[in-house]
Structure formats: C-alpha cells, structure tokens
C-alpha cells in the first residue's frame, strides 16, 4: 500500500538559513524552485525569524522532527562535514545571545546549545540524525551539493555517527574532489558536480552588461584583518582598471564571523583619504536575489566568499577571487579560467585577466555548463524524490527505519563495550602494587613539599 501523498512530498530543508550567510539562503531558495508540486517547510538546527530576507520564519527542525511527519529530509548544501553544533551555534547566534555565549562558562554554553537546538543529541547541525526522530526514521534522504571531507579531521566517536549519517542517506551529491574521494574509500554511491547554486542562472536568465560601469568588492572580516583595511583600500584605488568604475562593498553575510559594515566603512575611509574622488558606496541590499542582481549587472566581480564567485560564473562575469582555501579548491577544480587565489598586490592584473576572459567563447561556454549539469542533478534529485514519495510502500519506509535504528544501535553498543573495558583496565591499573606504591610515594613527596614549604615560611618570618 503506497503512503506517498496525493499533493506532492512533504519536504523538510535543512540548512543554515537561520542566519543571514548569502550563499546557505540561496541554497534554499534555488533548490525549493525544483519541487513546484511539494510541501517544503524549511528548517534550520536554530530557530530565527528571517522575514526580512526569506519572507518567512525558519523553525529548528528537531522540534519538527519529532512532532511532524515528512516524506523526505534533504540537506540542501554547504561544508556540513568539519561543521559541529557549537560552532554552528556560534556562527548563528545574535549579538546579545553571543555575547551571554561567550560570557558562560563550559558547561553553560553547553547548555545553551542543546537549548536552542531542541534538547536532542545532534551529531551534525545540517545532517539530521533521523534514528533519533521516530516519525521520520523511515524518510528519503537526500544531501546535495555538500563537502563533507571535513569528516575525516573529526573524533573518533563523532566520525563514526557521522559515516554512519552518510551511509544512510537515500541520495547523494558533492561539488568537491576531496568529498568524492573520500565517499569511494567508504564504499557510499554519489555524484560529483558543480554547486546547486550555479543553476541560478537557468531559473532567472539575464544577459551580462559588458559595458557597465560598476565593480563589485566583497570580503570577510578575517581577511580585512588580515591584508589590512588601509592595504585593501590602497589597492582598489591604484588598480589601473577599476579606474572610473564606482565600486560597491557587497557584504556576503552579516553572520558572526562573516562580513561587517564597520569593516567597509574602515575601507572607504582609507580610500577617500587617497583619493578623495573615489566613487566606493555599500551596498544596502541584503535579500539573496538582490545581491545576485547587484553581481550580475557589474562589469567585474572581485571577492573572497566562493558563492559570490559562482554567482558572477553563473552569469558570465569577470571574476577575481582573493586568496582563500575553500574558494581556491573550487576554482581550481570547476572554474579555472577565471584568476584565483590572487594576492592583493596583484589584483589589479588579475581584474584585467579576467576582463580579457570574459569575451573568449570557451570561457563562457564552460560557465553554462556548470549552469546546466548543477540544473540537472537538482531536477533529477527532484525527480526521484517525488517519485519515491509517491510510490513508496510501508515495507520500504520500514526498512529505511530499520537499516538507521539497527546502525545507531551497533555504534552505542560499540561504545558501551568500550567503557566497559576501560572501566575494567582502569580498575585492574588502580589494584596494581605499582600503582599503589606510586600512589604512596606521591603522598610522601608532597608532604615533603608541605614541609620545607612551612620551614621556608619560618625562617622568612
């Protein structure tokens, strides 16, 4: 008897858009155009009010997990493998709520966390654990677009829950390398290709405007700390060909950790006292699709975020990304042509580098092609979700059920065992006659200590 329902799947999306990180929130955006017909509740590990940018309330997805059923559980994006819920938290957390964080001490923060996230174990923020969910044991699965070679650095215990995550997922996709590599040495079928967000350019199509006379300048606050706001600043107004261009400061997220305003103000002020004629503005903008259209509508795209990079590729535009690790193994592996990893004192050859770039026809060809494979691994996604939905029996909802509970059962167990014979070589250590003559001498060298200290303080008297 099929349990699929007759409006389409009801879809739980699971990401980090409780916060405001432009790429993660594109991530729900592109991928929701995918599944017309479903019921898509979106779903963070916190819970946020994100009217402002997302036109809607983002709800912790264990509170949801527990009391609501779904016939599909897709992570839609993003590093989920290095990520834990701490430094989700961190990273998510508003300025009052993070300051109250910091202020806490260890078993506090704890606490706070587990707070906030629903008071259930959560291995990994953005790959629930849905042994844990008994609605929902039994859902598809799907993690698309993810890098989770992040795993590997992971402890012990947590990289075992966490392969076990991946190995009970329905369908998978990764947009990196080192995440392909590492899901064939554990034997787990996925699929390689470009990140979700590239197929943007497929769902609302604009032509590049290669006369326009605005440059975009995007970078982290890490980074700004790093090169020197003076530096940057310095930079953008010597570079021969962002002359009589009105660059704009585009912030990729306001999200702890992420982009300021008070760092581009420290920019522009530097700037004007150089050149006081310089045309350098923030942009205001902080809705995804605004951001995208700001990117679009330039002449050249300079930055450090790796969704700002693929925004500007889905689009055909210029492109410089500054050095940094993660944008860095992306262009190398799916957007060579464009410079990468540039220093910042030879940006201003790399933004004429890629103004040549830009007009060579493989150059543009390659962008659409990451456009169409990232459009048509979310519509085949799409696809086999809906069609399972639909044609799924019990049996097979139960033998998902049954394959997640009998793992997380093995792996507790496995710990139990372990404990055990820890306790017990502990206790065999503890009833040695070396341990205890250590144990004795201990005692003796410290009131040897008290001792001489007592006699010290005597004779200092």
Not at 67 to 79: I, K, L
Not at 158 to 163: F, K
Not at 334 to 343: H, L, R, T
Request: glycine residues 6%; charged residues 25%; aromatic residues 6%.
């Amino acid at each position: 008897m099929s349990t699929g329902t007759t409006h389409g799947p009801r879809v739980l999306m699971v990401g980090a858009y409780e916060r405001d990180n432009f790429g993660d929130l594109l991530f729900l955006l592109v991928t929701e155009k995918y599944l017309p017909n479903a019921q898509v509740v979106s779903s963070a590990p916190f819970s946020a009010d994100m009217t402002a940018l997302l036109d809607r309330k983002v709800e912790a997805y264990s509170p949801l997990l527990l009391d609501e059923e779904f016939d599909a559980v897709w992570t839609v994006g993003g590093q989920v493998g290095g990520t834990d819920l701490r430094s989700a938290f961190r990273m998510s957390a508003g300025p009052e709520l993070y300051r109250e964080y910091r202020r806490s001490s260890p078993a506090r923060r704890d606490e706070m966390v587990r707070e906030a996230a629903g008071k259930v174990h959560i291995a990994s923020p953005y790959i629930p654990s849905l042994a844990s969910y008994p609605l929902n044991a039994g859902a598809i699965s799907v993690l698309n677009s993810v890098g989770v070679s992040g795993i590997r650095g992971a402890e012990r215990y947590r990289r075992e829950e966490l392969i076990a995550l991946l190995r009970a997922a329905t369908l998978v996709s990764v947009r990196d390398k080192e995440s392909s590599v590492y899901l064939t040495e554990l034997g787990i079928e996925h699929r390689q290709v470009p990140d979700a967000v590239h197929a943007i350019s497929v769902l609302r199509p604009a032509e590049r405007n290669p006369d326009s006379d605005v440059a975009i300048f995007q970078a982290s606050t890490s980074i700004l700390t790093k090169l020197g706001h003076a530096n940057v600043a310095a930079a953008l107004v010597a570079s021969e060909h962002l002359k009589g261009l009105r660059i704009r400061l585009l912030m990729a997220g306001t999200a702890n950790g992420h982009d300021s305003v008070a760092d581009f103000e420290k920019v522009i002020t530097h700037a004007k006292r150089i050149d006081p004629g310089v045309d350098m503005e923030i942009v205001a903008d902080r809705r995804p699709f605004d951001l995208c259209d700001r990117m679009r509508e330039a002449r050249v795209v300079i930055g450090t975020s790796l969704h700002v990079r693929i925004i500007a590729c889905a689009y055909g535009i210029p492109r410089v990304t500054l050095s940094r690790t993660k944008p860095t193994r992306y262009a190398r592996a799916w957007d060579p042509d464009m410079p990468f990893d540039v220093s910042l004192g030879g940006l201003d050859v790399a933004v004429g580098q890629a103004l040549e770039a830009a007009d060579r026809p493989e150059v543009l060809a390659r962008s659409r092609e990451l456009s169409r494979l990232a459009h048509d691994n979310l519509t085949n996604f799409a696809e086999q979700v809906t069609t399972l939905a639909a044609t799924q029996t019990a049996e097979d909802k139960e033998r998902r059920r049954d394959a997640r509970r009998h793992t997380q059962a093995a792996l507790l167990a496995s710990r139990t065992e372990e404990l055990k014979r820890a306790r017990k070589e502990l206790m065999a250590i503890r009833s040695s006659r070396t341990y205890r003559l250590t144990q004795k001498a201990g005692k003796i060298v410290r009131a040897i200590r008290r001792s001489l200290g007592a006699k010290a303080t005597a004779r200092a008297a």
